[in-house]
Structure formats: C-alpha cells, structure tokens
C-alpha cells in the first residue's frame, strides 16, 4: 500500500515516573513534600505538583467504590498511568506514553494517531512492580531507610536507583515475559545436578562466612539457597543488567586464562562480576554490591559476591555484618576457581551429551511460551537470547499481544481453561492452563483446521512436557 | 588418653607344659599342636590343639632324644625324628599295629635336616643334600619313596597353607628353591636369589632362616625377607623385602617396609597386616601392603600407624592354683625366650603358653588422623563393619566433625566396595541362570565381607541417628545426605526409597520447602509412590507439593488409579474425566466414585454432564444406558431424576 512508506510509528516510551507519599505533606502548600521521587526532574515545580495530586485523587475516587482495590491503572487517549502502593501509604506511578503512528493527512501533513488499546495493564503493572522490587533488592524497604535516614535518605537512594534504573527500561519489549517473571532452569541430568550440589555445599563449608549461594549455567539457574521471590529478583538482575554487561569482553576473548603467569596457582577462568576485577591490581577495592533479603529474616543485608567461570557463574551470598578483605576474595578465587573451571567444562561436556542422546527430534519446532507458577520456570521459544539493551522476540508483536489477552483471561478464574484463537494471517494460538502451569503456542500452518490446530498441541505437549502432569 | 594399643594377645591361650631339662617342647606350624614331650616320651607326650578338644596325651619308649615330632594331618600317624639319619613312625589309626616303624633317608651320607607333613599321609624328608618325597603306607608299615630332588640345602622352611617347601640352597644361602606339594605330586617352583646388604668374603652362608618368613597375604604367598642395615646417615634402618612367589612365573621383589631403626626384629601376619615386633624397644609396627603411597611397580611402605607395644597381658590363673586373693600376674611382653611362628603364633615355652596375636581397629582409628586412609585400612581387615560405622558416625558429630570433602572421600570408598560387591553378586546370579540352562558348574557365590556397608547399614547405624541430632545445623545434616546420594549415584547404585524420604523429612522438618522443590525438579529424589504419597500429605504446608505429586505419579505411569484419586478429592471431576479418558481407562473406572464428587461439588450442570456420560458408556457398552445395581448408582439416579426430571434420563437406543 502506498501509504506504507509514509508511516512512521512510535512505540510505547516511558513519559514519567515518580513516587510519593502523600502522608508527607498533607497541608497546602506542602504538597512538594510528597514527591520523593520525579522522573524527568525538568518537570517543572507546579506541574509535578499537580500530576501526583491528579494520582491521589485517582485512587481516592476509586477507593469509594473498593476500598482494598483501588485503581491500578488509568486509561487516557495518549497514555496510560499504572498506580502501585508497594508499601503502606508509598505510591509508585508509571505513566506511559501509547504507542502511535504518524501519518500523513491528504493534505501531506502529519497526523499523529494514538493506539490505546495496544498496550496491556498486565504487562506493565508487572513492570511497574518490577522497578519496586529490584529497588528494594539492593536498597531495602522505603520504611527501613525513613528509618535509617528520613526522608532526606530516601530521596537520596530514589534518585540515585532510578536514575540509573530507568534508562533501562525498554518498555518497548516488555510482553508476557515480564508478567510472568519467570526463571530459566538449565536442564541437567542428576549426576551433574548433584556434583553441583556437593561443590555448593562445600564451598559454603570452606568459606564458612557464605551464607546463601546460587549456581547458574548459561544464564539458566541450577540451584537458589535463596528462597523463590528473593532468586526471582535477583535472577531479574543477574540475567537482565549483570551478566549482560560482561558478556562482551568474553565475546571479544579476553576471557583467557589469566592465572597463565601466576607461578604455583592452578590454571583457571575463574574471575570476580562483581567486586574486584583484578586481585592483582594493588588498588584494588573488595567491595560489593549489597543486596536484601527476605530468606530467613526480613530484609536481611548481604554482599553479592557473582563469581563466574566460563558459562558457569556462582552467586556466594554473605552477611554485610563481615568485612570482606583481600585475603578472603583471593582465599575464594584459589578455592573456587579451579573446581567453578573444572564444574563448569563437566556441565558443558554432560550436556552435549544429554543433548545427543535425545536427538534432534526433541528439538522444540514451535513457538511457544511455558510458564509454571510453582517453581517460576519459564521456557520460551520465542525469545531470543535477552541483551542489556532489548529482549528480541521472533515473532511479531501482534501476536505478543494476543498472547497477553489470553493470560490476561487465564488470570481471572482459577479453573483449567483452554483458548484457541485464529489470528489474522495463518496463525493460531492456542493457550492451555492446566492447575499452576501455563503454556501458549503459536502455530503457522495454512489451512488448518481446529482439530488440526489441537492434535499439533497434543504432540508438543507428549514430546516436551511428558514428565509433568499437564491435562490435555 | 585413648587407648592405643592396636596389638593384643589373644584371651585363651593355648596352655602346656613349660620347657624344663625333663620336658621338651615342640610346635608343628602345619597342625598348629604343641607337643611336650616328657623324658623322650617314656613318661608322656601331651599334644594340645588350636582348640581344647583336640588334646591328645600318649606314652612312647624313650629311643633317645627326640629332635622333631609331627602328627600327620587329622593325627592319622605321628612322625619322630631322634637321629639325624632317620625318621620313626607310629599309627594313630584304630586297628592298625601301634608298633613303629622306620625310614631312613635315601642319599647316603646324608643327614636329615627335618621333615614336613604334605598331607595325612605324604611326608617330605629335607636332608643336607636334597629333598626326599614319601608316601606312608601305614597298613604295610613302610614308606615309598614317590620323588626326590638332589640339591645341597643349607636350612628349609614350611609354608603349610600353600605347601610350599623353600630350600636355602649355595654357598651364601640367598638362592631359594622353592617345591611345590598337592596330592602325591612334587613340582618345582623356579628358583631366585634374595639380594644381600654386603657379600662377605670369603664366601659364607649369609642368609639365616631367622630373617625369612612365609605368609599369605591378602591372598599370595610372599617371602618375607629381614634386611638388615647398619644404621648410617643415607640408612635409617633395617626393612622386610617381600617377595611374591606366584604358583607360576617367577618370584617378584614387590614390596619394601621401611622399619626405621636397627635391632632384632620378629615377623607376624595378621589379618593380611605384616607385623613387625622390635625387642629391644618392646615395640610392634604394622604394614599393610594394600596401602599404597606411590603407584611404581616397587612400593615402599612406611608403618601405618607409629610404633606401639602390645596391650599389657596378665597371665590368668586358671585351675586348683587359682586362689581367689592371688592377682593375675602381669606378663613379660617380648620376652627374649619367645618364639614368633607364622601366621600369628607366639609362643612361649618357658611359661607354657601359645598365644594368637590379634589387631584391634579401634586404636588404629585413635592414631590415624588421615580418614581416606584410614578407610582404605578398615575396609581391609576382617572385622571392620561395627568400626566403619562407628568411624562414620564420629565423622559427622561432635568435636572431631570432618569437613565435607573427607566425608565425600569415605562415602566413596565404601561406595566403592559396596558397587563391587553389588556387581559381583549380579553377575553371579546371571551365571546362575544362564549356568542351569547350559549345564555348566555353579559359580561360587560371592562372599559378603564385612567391609560392604550397604544402604541400610549407613540408614540404620549413621544417618538416621545423625539426621535426629539436635545440635547439628540442618545445612550440614542435608550437605551430608546430598553427599552420600551422590556417592551412591556416582557409583550407579539404586537409592532406596528410605534415604530420599529421610532426605525429604530432614528438609520438611526445617521448613526447607524450596530446596525441596529444586531436589525434585531435577529429579534427585527419584520418582516412588512412597515418595509421591508423602508429598501429598505435605500440601497442607507447602500447596506446591499437590503438583509436584501429581507430576511424579504422571511419571511413575503406574499410578493412575491414584491420579484419578487425588484429582476427585480436589473435586476437579472434569480433569479427572479427561485425564482418564487421554490415558485409556475410562472404561474402567467407577462411575460411582465421579458421581459422589461431582454431586459434591453442588454444580448441577457438572453432575449432569458426568452422569450423561457414564449413561453413554453403559450405552456404548451394554448396549443401554442404565446403570447396573453392581455399580451402586441408585442413590444418583433418583438425584437425577429429582433435578432434571424423569423425562432427561436417556433412553435406550434400539440398534
């Protein structure tokens, strides 16, 4: 069509962000004492004012109709709010900016075109939620720092997570995945498993400081000491921002063996994500990042130590009460390194191997999305590696869309469902829900029909899910 | 201090006449018999046994001294040599003449060294000049002579388990020839020469037969040889060379035991364990050939433990002589009048005692601090189980607690046993079966030692105890289970269902649920209806257990009847519908059962469905939808009919 190439389409960004407590400034006047946070800080003084004065009165209203659920989300022509209480009497807004398309009127002028129903409350509710969680990992509670340190403190700390956090944001990918927030569990046979278990426990035996450890293998976990919601956030962190960012000098293949030189140490890839890059390096600092956790006490403080060697990364997680030192970090690297190497080629080498046996035919040849609500496993065919900067999709995002309205169905009754639904071109969808499990496939065939579409899910199911009791 | 004196004298020695100028005294290593010999024999010979029944007292005339006395095996005829030219024989057999008779040695000139019993009636004279090979004919009194072998002999000795008869034979008496005896034939085992410190000049008999010794070992029969050094900067001391002399090929130098210091020195084995006893310092050493510190074909062995004295021993005052008020007297340990036999004999003559030497483990244990090694020592010796589980158990508890890699190292080598043990058992009972059906000779059965520590012993005597200890953290008691598992993975060894349970348990109980939930996931507690059934139960606490269940019974495919179940109790009677209908057995299964929960479930348009469908089964089935009184169905019938009416019954089709 020949209005095609004059089209110009905008998706989804990000128009402001900003947390208050409306406890903080009840008088007139003082309504800037709300605000601890605002995202853009140009905004001017008023406007600010008035846009958070516009969300309390929001879920004021709303609240006369429920007043345990308040609104969750505003739904304007140009954009969309999302309201979140994480803690008491906190708020956190999100507002964002409706995909549009530009095009030219007759006149050959542009005309913006808003697509507000193109964007899911689910999905970045999620995301919303997401921004909370991964503030409080490294930051703790807003009420522990009014604690610690007012209002000034936390002021402070906001600005400082979310200016940083943000521009990672790409709310242009965000989808289902983020509802879902799932964890990739690297698949292993037992022995391995095991041999993964065993160096676990004695590393926590020998560094006897390390309080909670995490194994992951290609960016997959293996094994949490953390519980569920505590590994979710910090695989969130792990895979999305950590590892990312030191993917590349392994691509570029400086990740060769540095300990060549070091006379009487063992040959190992064994190196520090997080704390020093250099042992060697007589400046170096031993400091960590710190994390909270609700594992075994509420917002327990820990430094993360992430220790990686080849695809094989360790998470030694230690109570902030312990200062780290330079012996300690060379004690872990001599200790762990060799063994992490030798682990990890172990895994690679089973893994190839499990890999063969099987064969090929187990190979997914669909496109799907797994999600089981029990353990957070996710697995998806649809999603490319994810990078530091975009989560690739292989599918186009109408279909991504599709997908987010069955959950969004699954979401509102507890009951087994299935939903089938035959989208524009040749695809179908088909999403199934059986107890805590969730399974969406996308399948491209001409002309096929309904019985069809069910007897190509009744395959992948017996081929891919046969271990687990997934009603068909 | 903890005891460690890891050598003892055995409790109930063997008690005879001591030595004295009217009583002389022999030992026969082959029948393991004492003999006193009072006056020549004119006043009575007491042989006593091993054993106290097998005491034998006779009399026999005074024909002089009497230089060497042996029964023949089961004591069928007795032996005397008094003159170095000839041997004498009585029969101890009921009906035959008690008379004796006599052989002389065939060479002439030649004086008889000694003799040997090969059997109960095989006897092998070894003169100065060679060997000589009989057969007794008690019934005729005489003796044929079967083979004999010139060679000059310098001194012999005796290996009665393997009879094997080595000759010292050459100038400096290093070359040893060994014969080998069975049933009436006498082979020649290739001879070899022990290597000398120093070669004295001029040349002269250099090697005693105080420093050789014969015993089986872990199985093979080793020439044990007394080198001794004198003790220089670059020599620390004497050591005992061991030659390992096959049935067949040739003799191998295979093993060193460095003793360290210099002295006299005697030689045990017990318990496969060489011992070695020091006089002047009243020591003993053990060695243990199977533990290995280097892997060159020639192992040098250090003792395994340091030096200790064997356990003081009071003698017991047993008879008219034992007065209550009289205290055992402490006994005078390597006693210069003590004679040392082989395997584990210690005799001494002049108190009148024979005495087993025994090693005890727990000493042992005390002194080792090394538990890798100080396994592959256990699982060695013949009665180790009780200490291998005590060792285990001391490993995880209290003050001496071992780390991890010592404890996977010790699962390991019990592992290890444990699988080659269990394989061996396997390939028996598949030569068994395929034996029968061709025929051919039972294998022998595989012998269970006491090193096999299997699953239930580790439950029973370690890890149920352990697990049920207040003061040890879970993380360590889980680490410990996680370890033995994968131990028993890494030797392939199916894991009863019992240590997934305690595994299971030990997590529950600590509220652990998560890791419980990863365990599972990676199937390292592997698939059981036990296991799948104490999950169940557990979704009360923690509701993901209800999927994790459900999985495993899926996986178990054995289990549907139960799926069906679990499924009803939940009232999800259209998933249990489906369910049984995807696997096939939908026409198996009680109506009745489904009918109950989806009347439970107060959905009518449910029961209306299920009920619809189990009147097209019996349709489909019986030709009629109408339920038979077999199934119990009336109570839903008439519930039917009260909410839908009589009119929505189905009606039989006419076909």
């Known amino acids: ?472 | 201090m903890s005891e460690e004196h890891y050598l003892e004298l055995c409790g109930n020695p063997v008690q005879f006449e001591n030595a004295s100028s009217v009583n002389n005294v022999f030992f026969d290593e082959a029948n393991k018999q004492v003999f006193a010999v009072r006056s020549g024999g004119a006043t009575g010979v007491v042989v006593k046994g091993p054993d106290d029944k097998s005491t034998v007292a006779f009399r026999m005339d005074d024909k002089g001294e009497v230089k060497c006395i042996k029964f023949s095996f089961g004591n069928k005829i007795l032996a005397v040599q008094r003159t170095s030219k000839s041997v004498e024989f009585i029969n101890f057999i009921p009906d035959l003449l008690h008379l004796e008779y006599s052989q002389e040695c065939k060479t002439k000139n030649a004086s008889i060294l000694g003799f040997c019993w090969t059997n109960w009636n095989e006897i092998v004279f070894i003169t100065d000049q060679g060997i000589e090979f009989y057969q007794v004919l008690p019934d005729k009194r005489s003796l044929k002579l079967q083979k004999s072998q010139s060679i000059n002999v310098n001194w012999y000795m005796y290996c009665p388990v393997t009879s094997v008869i080595l000759l010292s034979t050459t100038v400096l008496g290093n070359v040893l020839q060994p014969f080998f005896f069975r049933s009436g034939t006498m082979s020649k085992i290739s001879k070899f020469e022990i290597e000398l410190p120093v070669v004295s000049k001029p040349a002269k008999l250099s090697l005693s037969e105080r420093d050789i010794a014969m015993a089986t070992i872990y199985g093979q029969l080793y020439v044990m040889y007394l080198k001794h050094h004198s003790r220089t900067v670059n020599n620390p001391g004497a050591e005992v060379v061991l030659y390992h002399l096959p049935r067949e090929g040739t003799c191998k130098k295979m093993h060193v035991l460095k003793l360290n210091t210099t002295g006299k020195f005697a030689l045990n084995v017990v318990d496969n364990l060489v011992v070695v006893h020091h006089q002047s310092s009243q020591t003993s050493m053990i060695f243990d050939i199977k533990l290995r510190d280097t892997d060159s074909t020639l192992s040098v062995h250090q003792p395994v433990v340091p030096a200790r004295s064997i356990h003081p021993y009071k003698i017991p005052l047993t008879g008219p002589a034992a007065v209550t008020t009289a205290t055992p007297v402490p006994c005078e340990l390597y006693s210069s009048t003590w004679s040392v036999f082989q395997p584990d004999i210690i005799i001494s003559a002049s108190e009148g005692y024979l005495w087993y030497l025994q090693v005890k483990l727990q000493p042992v244990v005390n002194l080792m601090k090394d538990k890798g090694k100080l396994m592959d020592f256990l699982l060695q010796r013949r009665d180790c189980k009780m200490v291998i589980v005590s060792v285990c158990f001391q490993m995880l508890n209290g003050p001496d607690k071992s780390n991890l890699s010592v404890i996977a190292t010790v699962f390991d080598k019990l592992n290890q046993v444990y699988k080659e043990y269990l394989e061996a058992e396997q390939s028996y009972t598949m030569a068994v079966e395929t034996g029968q059906s061709r025929g051919n000779p039972a294998q022998k059965r595989p012998v269970r030692t006491q090193a096999v520590i299997d699953q239930s012993d580790m439950y029973t005597h370690v890890l149920s105890v352990f697990t049920e200890k207040k003061d040890v953290s879970h993380k360590f008691i889980t680490a410990v289970l996680m370890e033995y598992i994968r131990s028993l993975n890494q030797f392939q060894i199916t894991v009863q269902h019992y240590l997934y349970e305690l595994v299971l348990k030990t997590l529950v109980h600590h509220n652990l649920f998560y890791m419980l939930h990863q365990f599972l996931q990676y199937h390292v507690l592997s698939d059981s209806k036990p296991l799948a059934c104490l999950l169940l139960s557990l979704e009360s606490t923690y509701p993901p257990a209800h999927q994790l269940s459900l999985d495993m019974l899926k996986r178990l495919s054995t289990a549907n009847d139960e799926i069906v179940e679990v499924l009803l109790s939940k009232q999800q009677v259209l998933g249990a519908r489906r369910f049984i209908r995807g696997v096939g057995g939908h026409d198996n299964i009680s109506a009745r059962k489904f009918l109950d929960a989806a009347k439970q479930t107060r959905e009518e348009m449910l029961f209306y469905t299920i009920f619809r469908f189990f009147e097209q089964r019996n349709q489909r089935l019986r030709g009629s939808p109408h339920f038979t009184p077999g199934e119990h169905c009336e109570e839903h019938v008439a519930y039917f009919k009260q909410v839908f009416g009589e009119q929505a019954l189905m009606k039989p089709t006419a076909s």
């Not at chain 1, 900003?18 to 406007?47: A, C, D, R, S, T």
């Not at chain 1, 899911?120 to 503030?135: A, F, I, P």
């Not at chain 1, 400081?209 to 960016?219: E, H």
């Open chain 1, 1 to 472: 069509m020949a209005t095609g190439a004059q089209e110009k389409q905008y998706p989804p960004s990000l128009l402001n962000f900003f947390v208050y407590n409306p406890k903080f400034g009840p008088k007139e006047g003082e309504e800037e004492k709300k605000i601890l946070f605002y995202h853009p800080n140009e905004v001017e003084k008023n406007e600010k004012i008035r846009n958070v004065g516009l969300c309390e009165a929001i879920i004021q209203f709303t609240r006369t109709f429920c007043p345990t659920k308040p609104a969750k989300s505003l739904h304007t022509q140009k954009n969309r709010q999302f309201f979140c209480e994480p803690e008491e009497n906190f708020w956190m807004v999100m507002v964002v900016r409706n995909p549009m398309i530009e095009k030219n009127n007759k006149d050959g002028k542009p005309v913006v075109e808003y697509q507000e129903e193109e964007i899911l409350d689910s999905v970045y509710s999620s995301v919303l939620q997401q921004c909370y969680n991964m503030y409080k990992l490294f930051n703790g509670t807003f009420a522990r720092t009014m604690e610690a340190g007012g209002v000034d403190l936390l002021k402070q700390r906001l600005e400082k997570f979310f200016y940083r956090y943000l521009q990672t944001l790409h709310l242009q990918s965000c989808d289902l995945l983020d509802i879902f927030s799932g964890i990739s569990f690297f698949p292993l046979d037992k022995m391995t498993y095991l041999k993964i278990q065993s160096f676990v426990n004695r590393m926590e035996e020998s560094l006897n400081l390390v309080k909670y450890t995490a194994f992951l293998y290609n960016d997959q976990l293996i094994w949490s000491g953390l519980e569920q919601d505590d590994m979710r956030i910090l695989y969130k962190y792990l895979t999305t921002s950590l590892f990312p960012r030191h993917s590349e000098p392994e691509l570029a293949g400086r990740d060769s063996p540095m300990r060549l030189e070091m006379a009487g140490n063992l040959l190992h890839y064994g190196r520090f994500l997080t704390g020093p890059s250099n042992l060697k390096d007589p400046e170096a600092k031993f400091r960590f990042p710190k994390i909270f956790v609700n594992t075994e006490n509420t917002d327990e403080e820990l430094h993360l130590i992430v220790y990686k060697a080849m695809s094989a990364a360790v998470c030694f997680m230690i109570n902030t009460s312990v200062e780290l030192t330079r012996e300690f970090c060379e004690q872990l690297d001599s200790l762990v390194g060799p063994q992490l190497t030798l682990l990890a080629s172990d895994i690679c080498e089973q893994y190839s191997i499990n890999r063969r046996i099987s064969g090929p035919e187990k190979e997914p040849q669909f496109k799907f999305i797994y999600f089981n609500h029990m353990n957070l496993a996710e697995k998806s065919t649809i999603h490319m590696r994810k990078t530091a900067s975009v989560s690739l999709t292989s599918i186009h995002p109408e279909l991504m869309k599709i997908l987010g309205d069955i959950n969004s169905d699954f979401s509102r009754v507890d009951d087994d469902e299935e939903i089938i639904v035959k989208a524009m071109t040749d695809y179908w969808i088909v999403g199934k829900k059986s107890d805590q499990r969730e399974l969406y496939v996308i399948l491209n065939q001409k002309n096929a029909n309904l019985i069809e579409v069910n007897e190509e899910v009744k395959k992948l199911c017996a081929t891919q899910f046969n271990n687990i009791f997934f009603l068909d």
